[in-house]
């Protein structure tokens, strides 16, 4: 079984909007990445085997349900191939920088079968609002 993805990590974007995966990762996307919007406000980037396993678990979702079309429509019209150069860097291109508010910074989040990135302010907010709401869902799941 392989480790889930855990951890923050600080990244630079270059001038090119190439994103340099963490060191620790990279192994992991050896088959290649994808990249896509996430929610709220984030992007995802995935290794491709869990890319493929996703897009999966929406097939056997029924076509005509306007929930499953609509994510679908917003998870997979804004989806990046990308495999990672020498350096372990993939190209974020512009729509996806745009949507996320990314220019120059990032923040790099593990989150189980993924990667998030985040645009630093964005990222600092989102964990103030969690902080605030932790004890009531940490309730509602039970743990």
């Known amino acids: 079984m392989e480790s889930i993805f ?3 990590f600080a990244h630079q974007l270059d001038e090119k909007g190439r994103l340099a995966i ?3 990762f990279r192994p992991r996307f050896k088959e290649g990445a994808v990249v896509t919007r996430w929610d709220p406000e984030c992007l995802a980037l995935f ?3 869990e890319w493929e396993a996703l897009n999966a678990a929406i097939a056997t979702r029924p076509r005509t349900d306007p929930a499953v079309v609509r994510f679908q429509r917003f998870l997979v019209a804004s989806a990046h191939e990308a495999d990672p150069d020498g350096q ?3 190209v974020v291109p512009q ?3 745009d949507w996320a508010g990314l220019t120059d910074e990032a923040v790099v989040v593990g989150v189980s079968r993924n990667l998030e990135v985040w645009q630093p ?3 600092r907010a989102h964990l103030g ?3 605030r709401s932790i004890g009531e ?3 509602d799941l039970g743990i």
């Open 95 to 97: 729509h996806l920088r």
């Open 6 to 8: 855990a951890g923050e």
């Open 47 to 49: 290794p491709a085997p």
């Open 22 to 24: 963490p060191a620790k």
């Open 121 to 123: 302010a964005r990222w």
């Open 129 to 131: 609002d969690v902080e």
């Open 137 to 139: 869902t940490l309730k």
């Open 88 to 90: 372990g860097r993939i």
